[in-house]
Protein backbone atom coordinates (compact mmCIF):
# COMPACT_ATOMS: atom_id res chain seq x y z
CA UNK A 1 0.00 0.00 0.00
CA UNK A 2 1.27 3.49 -0.95
CA UNK A 3 0.57 6.70 1.07
CA UNK A 4 0.21 9.92 -1.62
CA UNK A 5 -0.54 13.32 -1.56
CA UNK A 6 -3.70 14.34 -3.53
CA UNK A 7 -2.10 15.36 -6.65
CA UNK A 8 0.10 12.43 -7.39
CA UNK A 9 -1.93 9.57 -8.96
CA UNK A 10 -1.93 9.32 -12.92
CA UNK A 11 -3.03 6.78 -15.10
CA UNK A 12 0.77 4.90 -14.22
CA UNK A 13 -0.66 4.20 -10.91
CA UNK A 14 -3.85 2.32 -12.19
CA UNK A 15 -4.44 -1.19 -10.16
CA UNK A 16 -2.29 0.15 -6.80
CA UNK A 17 -3.80 0.39 -3.52
CA UNK A 18 -3.58 3.89 -2.22
CA UNK A 19 -3.90 5.36 1.60
CA UNK A 20 -4.88 9.54 1.10
CA UNK A 21 -5.55 11.61 3.87
CA UNK A 22 -7.11 14.74 3.49
CA UNK A 23 -10.58 16.86 3.52
CA UNK A 24 -14.30 16.26 2.24
CA UNK A 25 -14.06 19.29 -0.21
CA UNK A 26 -17.54 17.96 -1.81
CA UNK A 27 -19.69 15.27 -2.03
CA UNK A 28 -22.32 13.60 -4.76
CA UNK A 29 -24.38 11.22 -4.63
CA UNK A 30 -26.00 9.46 -7.63
CA UNK A 31 -27.88 6.26 -7.07
CA UNK A 32 -26.04 3.93 -4.63
CA UNK A 33 -22.82 5.50 -4.89
CA UNK A 34 -21.27 8.46 -3.29
CA UNK A 35 -18.45 10.37 -5.06
CA UNK A 36 -15.97 12.34 -2.89
CA UNK A 37 -13.57 15.36 -3.62
CA UNK A 38 -10.78 14.65 -1.33
CA UNK A 39 -8.58 17.86 -0.42
CA UNK A 40 -5.23 18.31 0.87
CA UNK A 41 -2.62 21.24 0.49
CA UNK A 42 -1.41 19.41 -2.43
CA UNK A 43 -4.14 18.80 -4.83
CA UNK A 44 -7.74 17.01 -5.00
CA UNK A 45 -8.64 13.27 -5.93
CA UNK A 46 -11.97 11.56 -6.28
CA UNK A 47 -12.86 8.23 -4.22
CA UNK A 48 -15.74 6.53 -4.29
CA UNK A 49 -17.60 4.63 -1.75
CA UNK A 50 -21.15 2.76 -1.53
CA UNK A 51 -23.40 4.67 1.03
CA UNK A 52 -25.19 1.93 2.55
CA UNK A 53 -21.45 0.17 2.93
CA UNK A 54 -20.23 2.99 5.11
CA UNK A 55 -21.79 3.33 8.73
CA UNK A 56 -20.54 6.87 9.44
CA UNK A 57 -21.92 9.92 7.81
CA UNK A 58 -19.63 12.34 5.92
CA UNK A 59 -19.76 16.06 5.65
CA UNK A 60 -17.58 18.77 3.81
CA UNK A 61 -14.20 19.40 5.68
CA UNK A 62 -14.43 16.31 8.01
CA UNK A 63 -11.25 14.75 7.98
CA UNK A 64 -10.53 11.36 6.44
CA UNK A 65 -8.16 8.57 5.71
CA UNK A 66 -8.96 6.51 2.39
CA UNK A 67 -7.66 3.12 1.34
CA UNK A 68 -8.60 1.85 -2.04
CA UNK A 69 -7.59 0.80 -5.58
CA UNK A 70 -6.77 3.21 -8.35
CA UNK A 71 -8.79 2.81 -11.93
CA UNK A 72 -9.21 4.78 -15.03
CA UNK A 73 -12.03 7.34 -14.68
CA UNK A 74 -14.58 6.18 -17.67
CA UNK A 75 -14.76 10.64 -18.28
CA UNK A 76 -11.88 12.79 -17.58
CA UNK A 77 -11.94 15.93 -15.64
CA UNK A 78 -9.16 17.83 -17.16
CA UNK A 79 -9.43 21.02 -14.54
CA UNK A 80 -7.84 18.30 -12.08
CA UNK A 81 -4.05 16.88 -12.30
CA UNK A 82 -6.09 13.92 -10.93
CA UNK A 83 -8.36 13.86 -13.42
CA UNK A 84 -7.75 10.59 -15.44
CA UNK A 85 -8.41 7.75 -12.28
CA UNK A 86 -10.56 7.61 -9.02
CA UNK A 87 -9.83 5.46 -6.04
CA UNK A 88 -12.59 2.87 -5.14
CA UNK A 89 -12.71 3.24 -1.37
CA UNK A 90 -12.18 0.15 0.35
CA UNK A 91 -11.91 1.53 4.07
CA UNK A 92 -12.38 4.78 4.99
CA UNK A 93 -11.56 5.93 8.65
CA UNK A 94 -13.15 9.80 10.03
CA UNK A 95 -10.09 11.03 11.78
CA UNK A 96 -12.54 14.74 12.70
CA UNK A 97 -16.07 15.30 11.76
CA UNK A 98 -16.81 18.90 11.01
CA UNK A 99 -20.14 20.81 11.73
CA UNK A 100 -21.95 22.77 9.25
CA UNK A 101 -19.68 25.99 7.77
CA UNK A 102 -20.16 29.44 8.48
CA UNK A 103 -19.66 29.52 4.31
CA UNK A 104 -18.05 27.37 1.14
CA UNK A 105 -14.25 26.73 0.81
CA UNK A 106 -13.96 27.35 -2.55
CA UNK A 107 -12.01 30.90 -4.60
CA UNK A 108 -15.58 32.40 -5.88
CA UNK A 109 -17.39 33.27 -2.23
CA UNK A 110 -19.63 35.82 -1.83
CA UNK A 111 -19.32 36.53 1.98
CA UNK A 112 -17.77 39.39 4.68
CA UNK A 113 -14.43 39.75 5.37
CA UNK A 114 -15.08 39.98 8.54
CA UNK A 115 -16.24 36.69 8.60
CA UNK A 116 -13.59 35.37 6.79
CA UNK A 117 -11.77 36.63 9.02
CA UNK A 118 -13.62 35.21 12.37
CA UNK A 119 -13.11 32.19 11.25
CA UNK A 120 -9.24 32.32 9.72
CA UNK A 121 -8.47 28.77 10.00
CA UNK A 122 -11.07 28.14 7.56
CA UNK A 123 -10.59 30.73 5.16
CA UNK A 124 -6.74 29.49 4.76
CA UNK A 125 -8.25 26.28 3.37
CA UNK A 126 -9.37 28.15 0.24
CA UNK A 127 -6.76 27.49 -2.68
CA UNK A 128 -6.06 31.35 -3.50
CA UNK A 129 -5.38 31.83 0.18
CA UNK A 130 -2.98 29.09 0.91
CA UNK A 131 -1.36 29.70 -2.33
CA UNK A 132 -0.49 33.04 -1.40
CA UNK A 133 0.70 31.61 1.83
CA UNK A 134 2.75 29.15 -0.04
CA UNK A 135 4.39 31.55 -2.29
CA UNK A 136 5.08 34.18 0.62
CA UNK A 137 7.54 30.92 1.84
CA UNK A 138 8.97 30.55 -1.84
CA UNK A 139 9.52 34.08 -2.09
CA UNK A 140 11.68 34.09 1.67
CA UNK A 141 13.60 31.58 0.10
CA UNK A 142 14.65 32.83 -3.03
CA UNK A 143 15.62 36.56 -1.35
CA UNK A 144 17.80 34.26 1.15
CA UNK A 145 19.49 32.53 -1.35
CA UNK A 146 20.13 35.30 -3.29
CA UNK A 147 21.68 37.13 -0.35
CA UNK A 148 23.47 34.60 0.90
CA UNK A 149 25.02 33.80 -2.19
CA UNK A 150 26.07 37.93 -1.87
CA UNK A 151 27.96 36.93 1.39
CA UNK A 152 25.15 38.77 3.30
CA UNK A 153 24.70 37.13 6.97
CA UNK A 154 20.84 36.95 8.55
CA UNK A 155 21.35 38.77 11.76
CA UNK A 156 18.72 38.67 14.29
CA UNK A 157 17.73 41.84 16.36
CA UNK A 158 15.85 42.39 19.08
CA UNK A 159 11.85 42.67 19.42
CA UNK A 160 11.99 44.47 23.10
CA UNK A 161 13.81 47.38 22.27
CA UNK A 162 13.57 51.28 23.44
CA UNK A 163 11.28 53.85 22.39
CA UNK A 164 13.09 55.72 19.54
CA UNK A 165 10.62 57.83 17.60
CA UNK A 166 11.03 57.30 14.09
CA UNK A 167 7.57 58.52 12.25
CA UNK A 168 4.68 56.36 13.67
CA UNK A 169 3.86 55.36 17.31
CA UNK A 170 5.27 52.96 19.24
CA UNK A 171 4.00 49.98 20.81
CA UNK A 172 4.49 50.30 24.04
CA UNK A 173 5.68 47.06 26.60
CA UNK A 174 5.04 48.04 30.33
CA UNK A 175 8.05 45.96 32.73
CA UNK A 176 7.78 45.06 36.46
CA UNK A 177 10.25 47.61 36.85
CA UNK A 178 8.24 50.80 37.27
CA UNK A 179 7.91 53.47 35.07
CA UNK A 180 10.18 51.43 32.14
CA UNK A 181 8.87 50.16 29.17
CA UNK A 182 10.19 48.57 26.09
CA UNK A 183 8.58 49.35 23.03
CA UNK A 184 8.86 47.00 19.77
CA UNK A 185 10.36 48.24 16.95
CA UNK A 186 9.58 50.19 14.13
CA UNK A 187 12.54 48.86 11.87
CA UNK A 188 15.83 47.21 13.00
CA UNK A 189 17.23 50.74 11.69
CA UNK A 190 19.84 51.60 14.52
CA UNK A 191 20.77 48.09 15.11
CA UNK A 192 21.83 47.39 11.57
CA UNK A 193 24.11 50.83 11.13
CA UNK A 194 25.35 49.34 15.10
CA UNK A 195 26.20 45.98 13.03
CA UNK A 196 27.93 48.08 10.30
CA UNK A 197 30.27 49.48 13.03
CA UNK A 198 31.00 46.23 14.55
CA UNK A 199 32.36 45.30 11.08
CA UNK A 200 29.99 42.84 9.65
CA UNK A 201 29.84 44.59 6.61
CA UNK A 202 26.62 42.74 4.72
CA UNK A 203 23.22 42.30 7.20
CA UNK A 204 20.09 40.96 6.29
CA UNK A 205 17.24 39.79 8.27
CA UNK A 206 13.47 39.08 7.65
CA UNK A 207 12.25 41.25 10.42
CA UNK A 208 9.42 41.32 11.88
CA UNK A 209 8.23 45.38 12.62
CA UNK A 210 5.63 46.74 14.50
CA UNK A 211 3.60 50.20 13.51
CA UNK A 212 0.99 52.09 15.66
CA UNK A 213 -0.64 53.59 12.72
CA UNK A 214 -3.88 54.21 10.61
CA UNK A 215 -4.78 51.13 8.54
CA UNK A 216 -5.47 50.78 5.11
CA UNK A 217 -5.24 48.12 2.71
CA UNK A 218 -1.67 48.01 2.03
CA UNK A 219 -0.76 48.50 6.12
CA UNK A 220 -1.19 45.85 9.26
CA UNK A 221 -0.12 46.56 12.27
CA UNK A 222 3.18 44.39 12.08
CA UNK A 223 4.78 43.16 8.83
CA UNK A 224 7.07 41.60 7.46
CA UNK A 225 10.03 43.63 5.67
CA UNK A 226 13.29 42.28 3.89
CA UNK A 227 16.27 44.39 5.94
CA UNK A 228 19.81 44.81 4.31
CA UNK A 229 22.49 46.95 5.21
CA UNK A 230 25.96 47.25 3.49
CA UNK A 231 29.56 48.98 4.30
CA UNK A 232 31.26 50.74 1.97
CA UNK A 233 28.48 51.67 -0.67
CA UNK A 234 26.92 54.95 -1.81
CA UNK A 235 23.00 55.48 -2.82
CA UNK A 236 24.37 53.39 -6.77
CA UNK A 237 25.73 50.68 -5.75
CA UNK A 238 22.53 49.59 -3.05
CA UNK A 239 20.25 50.00 -5.85
CA UNK A 240 22.33 48.02 -8.09
CA UNK A 241 22.28 45.16 -5.79
CA UNK A 242 18.59 45.41 -5.35
CA UNK A 243 17.26 45.42 -9.26
CA UNK A 244 19.73 42.41 -9.53
CA UNK A 245 17.99 40.83 -6.22
CA UNK A 246 14.40 41.96 -7.75
CA UNK A 247 15.51 40.13 -11.33
CA UNK A 248 16.82 36.97 -9.64
CA UNK A 249 13.16 36.59 -7.33
CA UNK A 250 11.29 37.29 -10.64
CA UNK A 251 12.68 34.90 -12.67
CA UNK A 252 12.37 32.00 -9.67
CA UNK A 253 8.64 33.31 -10.27
CA UNK A 254 8.75 32.87 -14.40
CA UNK A 255 8.35 36.49 -14.80
CA UNK A 256 11.14 38.18 -16.63
CA UNK A 257 11.94 42.02 -15.78
CA UNK A 258 14.45 44.64 -17.23
CA UNK A 259 17.35 46.08 -14.97
CA UNK A 260 18.23 49.16 -14.88
CA UNK A 261 15.17 50.52 -13.20
CA UNK A 262 13.68 53.98 -14.04
CA UNK A 263 15.54 56.61 -11.61
CA UNK A 264 13.05 59.62 -11.22
CA UNK A 265 13.71 62.40 -9.30
CA UNK A 266 10.84 63.31 -6.37
CA UNK A 267 10.01 66.79 -7.93
CA UNK A 268 9.64 65.74 -10.82
CA UNK A 269 7.10 62.67 -9.48
CA UNK A 270 5.29 65.18 -7.97
CA UNK A 271 4.83 67.51 -10.03
CA UNK A 272 3.37 64.55 -13.07
CA UNK A 273 1.62 61.92 -10.46
CA UNK A 274 0.91 64.05 -7.72
CA UNK A 275 2.72 61.18 -5.50
CA UNK A 276 5.93 60.43 -4.55
CA UNK A 277 5.32 56.69 -5.30
CA UNK A 278 3.40 56.83 -8.85
CA UNK A 279 1.92 54.34 -10.96
CA UNK A 280 3.83 54.32 -14.32
CA UNK A 281 1.31 51.89 -16.30
CA UNK A 282 -0.39 54.01 -17.43
CA UNK A 283 -0.26 58.02 -18.52
CA UNK A 284 -2.43 60.65 -17.38
CA UNK A 285 0.08 62.75 -16.44
CA UNK A 286 -0.79 65.94 -14.56
CA UNK A 287 -0.45 69.37 -16.98
CA UNK A 288 0.54 72.28 -15.79
CA UNK A 289 -2.83 74.71 -16.38
CA UNK A 290 -1.24 78.02 -14.74
CA UNK A 291 -2.47 79.86 -18.17
CA UNK A 292 -5.87 79.26 -16.66
CA UNK A 293 -5.39 81.32 -13.25
CA UNK A 294 -7.36 84.76 -13.24
CA UNK A 295 -7.61 87.15 -9.93
CA UNK A 296 -10.60 87.97 -11.23
CA UNK A 297 -12.10 84.65 -11.76
CA UNK A 298 -12.93 83.02 -8.29
CA UNK A 299 -12.89 79.73 -9.49
CA UNK A 300 -8.73 79.86 -10.64
CA UNK A 301 -8.02 82.60 -8.01
CA UNK A 302 -4.83 80.46 -6.42
CA UNK A 303 -1.32 80.25 -7.01
CA UNK A 304 -1.43 76.41 -9.02
CA UNK A 305 -3.83 75.31 -11.79
CA UNK A 306 -3.15 71.73 -12.79
CA UNK A 307 -5.11 69.61 -14.72
CA UNK A 308 -6.14 65.61 -15.98
CA UNK A 309 -7.33 64.65 -19.18
CA UNK A 310 -9.06 61.17 -19.25
CA UNK A 311 -8.60 60.23 -22.99
CA UNK A 312 -12.20 58.64 -24.33
CA UNK A 313 -14.21 58.41 -21.54
CA UNK A 314 -17.10 60.80 -20.37
CA UNK A 315 -18.11 60.74 -16.78
CA UNK A 316 -21.44 61.39 -15.27
CA UNK A 317 -22.75 64.06 -12.52
CA UNK A 318 -22.74 60.82 -10.50
CA UNK A 319 -18.88 59.76 -10.95
CA UNK A 320 -17.99 63.56 -10.20
CA UNK A 321 -19.66 63.69 -7.01
CA UNK A 322 -17.66 60.94 -5.76
CA UNK A 323 -14.69 61.89 -7.52
CA UNK A 324 -14.95 65.30 -6.09
CA UNK A 325 -15.25 63.85 -2.60
CA UNK A 326 -11.56 61.97 -2.89
CA UNK A 327 -9.82 65.61 -3.93
CA UNK A 328 -11.23 67.12 -1.49
CA UNK A 329 -10.20 64.20 1.21
CA UNK A 330 -6.77 64.38 -0.28
CA UNK A 331 -6.56 68.82 0.80
CA UNK A 332 -7.72 69.81 -3.14
CA UNK A 333 -10.00 72.99 -2.55
CA UNK A 334 -12.62 71.39 -5.40
CA UNK A 335 -12.77 69.14 -8.57
CA UNK A 336 -13.73 70.93 -11.56
CA UNK A 337 -14.62 68.89 -14.92
CA UNK A 338 -15.39 69.59 -18.36
CA UNK A 339 -16.65 67.12 -21.27
CA UNK A 340 -15.30 67.23 -24.25
CA UNK A 341 -16.36 65.75 -27.84
CA UNK A 342 -14.46 66.62 -31.22
CA UNK A 343 -12.42 69.42 -29.57
CA UNK A 344 -15.78 70.98 -28.03
CA UNK A 345 -17.03 72.04 -24.63
CA UNK A 346 -20.02 69.98 -24.53
CA UNK A 347 -20.98 69.72 -20.46
CA UNK A 348 -18.99 71.31 -17.30
CA UNK A 349 -19.71 70.96 -13.84
CA UNK A 350 -19.17 75.02 -13.01
CA UNK A 351 -20.31 78.11 -15.00
CA UNK A 352 -18.10 80.85 -15.51
CA UNK A 353 -18.57 83.97 -17.81
CA UNK A 354 -15.61 83.66 -20.75
CA UNK A 355 -14.51 79.76 -21.17
CA UNK A 356 -12.25 81.28 -24.40
CA UNK A 357 -9.18 80.69 -22.10
CA UNK A 358 -10.10 76.93 -21.09
CA UNK A 359 -11.27 76.61 -24.90
CA UNK A 360 -7.68 77.62 -26.11
CA UNK A 361 -6.57 75.54 -23.56
CA UNK A 362 -7.90 72.57 -25.18
CA UNK A 363 -6.80 73.68 -28.82
CA UNK A 364 -3.33 73.41 -27.49
CA UNK A 365 -3.16 70.84 -25.99
CA UNK A 366 -5.58 68.83 -28.78
CA UNK A 367 -7.60 67.41 -26.57
CA UNK A 368 -10.46 65.69 -28.48
CA UNK A 369 -12.97 63.33 -26.62
CA UNK A 370 -13.16 62.76 -22.84
CA UNK A 371 -13.33 64.60 -19.30
CA UNK A 372 -10.95 67.35 -18.29
CA UNK A 373 -10.27 67.63 -14.61
CA UNK A 374 -9.34 71.08 -13.29
CA UNK A 375 -8.02 71.53 -9.47
CA UNK A 376 -6.98 75.10 -8.72
CA UNK A 377 -5.77 75.56 -5.29
CA UNK A 378 -2.08 75.88 -3.59
CA UNK A 379 0.54 73.57 -5.44
CA UNK A 380 1.41 70.68 -2.71
CA UNK A 381 -2.89 70.36 -2.50
CA UNK A 382 -3.17 70.84 -6.26
CA UNK A 383 -0.31 67.69 -6.80
CA UNK A 384 -1.65 65.80 -3.49
CA UNK A 385 -5.68 65.93 -4.86
CA UNK A 386 -5.01 65.37 -8.48
CA UNK A 387 -2.41 62.27 -7.59
CA UNK A 388 -5.34 60.70 -5.66
CA UNK A 389 -7.52 61.53 -8.32
CA UNK A 390 -5.31 59.69 -10.76
CA UNK A 391 -5.25 56.45 -8.77
CA UNK A 392 -8.65 56.14 -8.48
CA UNK A 393 -9.33 57.04 -12.33
CA UNK A 394 -7.38 53.78 -12.51
CA UNK A 395 -9.67 51.97 -10.30
CA UNK A 396 -12.96 53.19 -11.87
CA UNK A 397 -11.92 52.74 -15.57
CA UNK A 398 -9.34 49.95 -15.79
CA UNK A 399 -6.58 52.24 -17.16
CA UNK A 400 -4.39 49.40 -17.19
CA UNK A 401 -5.58 45.97 -18.42
CA UNK A 402 -2.62 43.82 -18.50
CA UNK A 403 -0.42 42.18 -15.76
CA UNK A 404 2.80 44.43 -15.96
CA UNK A 405 5.60 45.10 -13.42
CA UNK A 406 6.75 49.10 -13.54
CA UNK A 407 9.56 49.67 -11.27
CA UNK A 408 11.27 52.88 -10.74
CA UNK A 409 13.63 54.78 -7.98
CA UNK A 410 12.37 57.87 -6.53
CA UNK A 411 15.83 59.75 -6.03
CA UNK A 412 17.18 63.34 -4.77
CA UNK A 413 14.28 63.50 -1.59
CA UNK A 414 13.84 66.28 0.63
CA UNK A 415 15.90 66.23 3.79
CA UNK A 416 12.97 67.67 5.64
CA UNK A 417 9.53 68.26 6.05
CA UNK A 418 7.92 71.49 7.76
CA UNK A 419 6.00 70.66 10.54
CA UNK A 420 3.31 73.63 10.84
CA UNK A 421 1.33 72.05 13.96
CA UNK A 422 5.04 72.43 15.93
CA UNK A 423 6.12 74.94 13.89
CA UNK A 424 9.40 73.00 13.41
CA UNK A 425 11.71 71.07 10.55
CA UNK A 426 11.76 67.01 10.81
CA UNK A 427 13.18 64.68 8.83
CA UNK A 428 11.76 63.38 5.82
CA UNK A 429 12.74 60.14 5.64
CA UNK A 430 14.56 59.50 9.62
CA UNK A 431 17.25 61.30 11.54
CA UNK A 432 20.10 59.30 10.41
CA UNK A 433 19.77 60.03 6.51
CA UNK A 434 23.18 61.46 4.63
CA UNK A 435 22.94 64.66 2.90
CA UNK A 436 23.23 64.82 -0.97
CA UNK A 437 26.91 66.79 -0.88
CA UNK A 438 25.82 69.36 -1.94
CA UNK A 439 23.80 69.95 0.99
CA UNK A 440 26.18 69.52 3.84
CA UNK A 441 27.60 73.18 3.83
CA UNK A 442 23.93 74.28 3.43
CA UNK A 443 21.74 72.79 4.90
CA UNK A 444 21.89 74.39 8.40
CA UNK A 445 21.09 77.65 6.97
CA UNK A 446 18.85 76.62 4.73
CA UNK A 447 17.01 73.10 5.36
CA UNK A 448 14.47 73.54 3.38
CA UNK A 449 16.06 73.27 0.03
CA UNK A 450 18.12 70.42 1.49
CA UNK A 451 18.17 67.15 0.00
CA UNK A 452 19.32 63.82 0.89
CA UNK A 453 20.98 60.76 0.06
CA UNK A 454 17.55 58.75 0.35
CA UNK A 455 15.70 56.41 -2.16
CA UNK A 456 12.53 54.86 -2.62
CA UNK A 457 11.66 51.69 -4.93
CA UNK A 458 8.19 52.18 -6.04
CA UNK A 459 6.17 49.43 -8.33
CA UNK A 460 2.83 49.73 -9.66
CA UNK A 461 1.97 52.75 -7.26
CA UNK A 462 2.59 50.78 -4.42
CA UNK A 463 6.35 51.88 -2.23
CA UNK A 464 7.81 48.67 -1.83
CA UNK A 465 11.46 49.41 -0.57
CA UNK A 466 12.54 52.73 1.01
CA UNK A 467 16.76 53.24 2.04
CA UNK A 468 19.05 55.83 2.59
CA UNK A 469 22.92 55.90 2.77
CA UNK A 470 23.34 56.82 6.35
CA UNK A 471 25.29 59.65 8.47
CA UNK A 472 28.59 58.56 9.75
CA UNK A 473 30.06 61.01 11.48
CA UNK A 474 29.21 62.22 15.17
CA UNK A 475 29.87 65.38 14.79
CA UNK A 476 27.47 65.82 11.62
CA UNK A 477 24.80 63.64 13.25
CA UNK A 478 24.88 66.17 16.26
CA UNK A 479 24.01 68.67 13.82
CA UNK A 480 21.06 66.82 12.22
CA UNK A 481 19.48 66.45 15.37
CA UNK A 482 19.84 70.47 15.86
CA UNK A 483 18.38 71.29 13.15
CA UNK A 484 15.19 69.16 13.67
CA UNK A 485 15.54 70.99 17.42
CA UNK A 486 16.14 67.71 18.92
CA UNK A 487 18.79 68.80 22.04
CA UNK A 488 22.19 67.08 22.59
CA UNK A 489 20.50 66.32 26.32
CA UNK A 490 17.39 64.48 24.07
CA UNK A 491 19.49 63.16 21.60
CA UNK A 492 21.86 61.28 24.12
CA UNK A 493 18.83 60.30 26.18
CA UNK A 494 17.26 58.64 22.91
CA UNK A 495 20.20 57.78 20.83
CA UNK A 496 23.20 58.23 23.38
CA UNK A 497 24.38 54.08 22.48
CA UNK A 498 23.96 55.07 18.81
CA UNK A 499 26.29 58.24 19.33
CA UNK A 500 28.60 56.36 21.32
CA UNK A 501 29.47 53.70 18.51
CA UNK A 502 29.79 56.39 15.89
CA UNK A 503 33.00 57.51 18.04
CA UNK A 504 34.79 54.58 17.83
CA UNK A 505 35.41 54.41 14.10
CA UNK A 506 32.32 53.54 11.57
CA UNK A 507 32.65 52.67 8.00
CA UNK A 508 30.60 54.52 5.47
CA UNK A 509 27.14 52.73 4.93
CA UNK A 510 23.67 52.42 3.45
CA UNK A 511 20.61 50.22 3.20
CA UNK A 512 17.36 49.70 2.45
CA UNK A 513 14.06 47.86 4.29
CA UNK A 514 11.73 45.99 1.31
CA UNK A 515 8.09 44.99 1.97
CA UNK A 516 7.67 41.99 1.68
CA UNK A 517 4.05 41.80 2.42
CA UNK A 518 3.08 44.55 0.26
CA UNK A 519 5.56 43.33 -2.71
CA UNK A 520 3.57 39.78 -2.34
CA UNK A 521 0.10 41.49 -2.26
CA UNK A 522 1.25 42.94 -5.17
CA UNK A 523 2.60 39.42 -7.15
CA UNK A 524 -0.48 37.88 -6.28
CA UNK A 525 -3.11 40.61 -7.59
CA UNK A 526 -4.75 40.56 -3.86
CA UNK A 527 -6.86 43.74 -2.77
CA UNK A 528 -5.63 43.99 0.08
CA UNK A 529 -2.17 42.86 2.16
CA UNK A 530 -4.16 41.06 4.61
CA UNK A 531 -4.57 38.67 1.92
CA UNK A 532 -1.04 37.94 2.20
CA UNK A 533 -0.47 37.49 6.10
CA UNK A 534 -2.05 34.53 7.65
CA UNK A 535 -3.50 35.79 10.58
CA UNK A 536 -4.16 39.69 10.05
CA UNK A 537 -6.13 42.44 12.16
CA UNK A 538 -9.26 44.03 10.36
CA UNK A 539 -9.19 47.48 8.81
CA UNK A 540 -10.05 48.42 12.53
CA UNK A 541 -7.34 46.57 14.39
CA UNK A 542 -9.07 44.19 15.65
CA UNK A 543 -8.16 40.34 15.09
CA UNK A 544 -11.30 39.00 15.29
CA UNK A 545 -10.43 35.23 15.69
CA UNK A 546 -8.63 35.94 18.57
CA UNK A 547 -10.67 38.87 19.76
CA UNK A 548 -7.54 40.89 20.25
CA UNK A 549 -6.78 43.05 21.61
CA UNK A 550 -8.71 42.58 24.94
CA UNK A 551 -8.80 43.79 28.52
CA UNK A 552 -6.57 42.39 31.17
CA UNK A 553 -7.31 41.83 34.64
CA UNK A 554 -6.84 44.47 37.24
CA UNK A 555 -3.97 42.18 38.42
CA UNK A 556 -2.20 42.23 35.66
CA UNK A 557 -2.36 45.67 35.30
CA UNK A 558 -1.19 46.46 38.95
CA UNK A 559 1.28 44.10 38.50
CA UNK A 560 2.69 46.39 36.05
CA UNK A 561 2.00 49.58 37.47
CA UNK A 562 -0.61 50.23 35.18
CA UNK A 563 -4.52 52.06 35.98
CA UNK A 564 -6.92 53.06 33.08
CA UNK A 565 -8.21 56.11 32.96
CA UNK A 566 -11.79 57.13 32.56
CA UNK A 567 -12.15 57.50 28.64
CA UNK A 568 -12.56 61.31 27.57
CA UNK A 569 -13.34 61.47 24.12
Known sequence: MKLVNNNQLTKNNIGEKVSLFGWVHNIRKFKEFAFVDLRDRWGITQFIYKTNDLKIQLTKESVVNVIGI????????????????????????????????????????????????????????????????????????????????????????????????????????????????FALPQSPQ??????????????????KVFRDEDLRKDRQYEFFQLDMEMSFVDEIDVQNLVEKMMQYLFKK????????????????AIDNY????????????????NVLNNPNEFLFKN????????????????????????????????????????????NSSFKISDFSQIKNFIIDNEFLNGTL???????????????????????????VNEKIYKFAWIVDWPMFEFDEENQRFVAAHHPFTMFKEESLETFEKDPK???????????????????????????????????????????????GFFLNSLEYGIPPHG??????????????????????????????????MLESPSEVSKEQLDEYYLDIQKKTH
Open 70 to 181: VRERKEYNKDLKTGEIEVIAEEIKLLSKSKELPFEINDNISVSEELRLKYRYLDLRRNILKNNIILKHKIFKHLRDFLDNEEFIDIETPILAKSTPEGARDFLVPTRNYKHF
Open 190 to 207: LFKQILMAAGFEKYFQFA
Open 253 to 268: LGIDIKIPFERMQYDY
Open 274 to 289: GSDKPDLRYENKLINA
Open 303 to 346: STTKSIFLDDIEISKKEFKFLDEIVQKNKGNRLLYLNIKDGEII
Open 373 to 399: FLVNDEYMNVCQSLGALRVELNSLFKL
Open 449 to 495: NARAKAYDLVLNGFEIAGGSIRIHDAELQRKMFKTISMSLEKAQEQF
Open 511 to 544: GIALGLDRLIMILTNSDSIRDVIPFPVNSKGINL
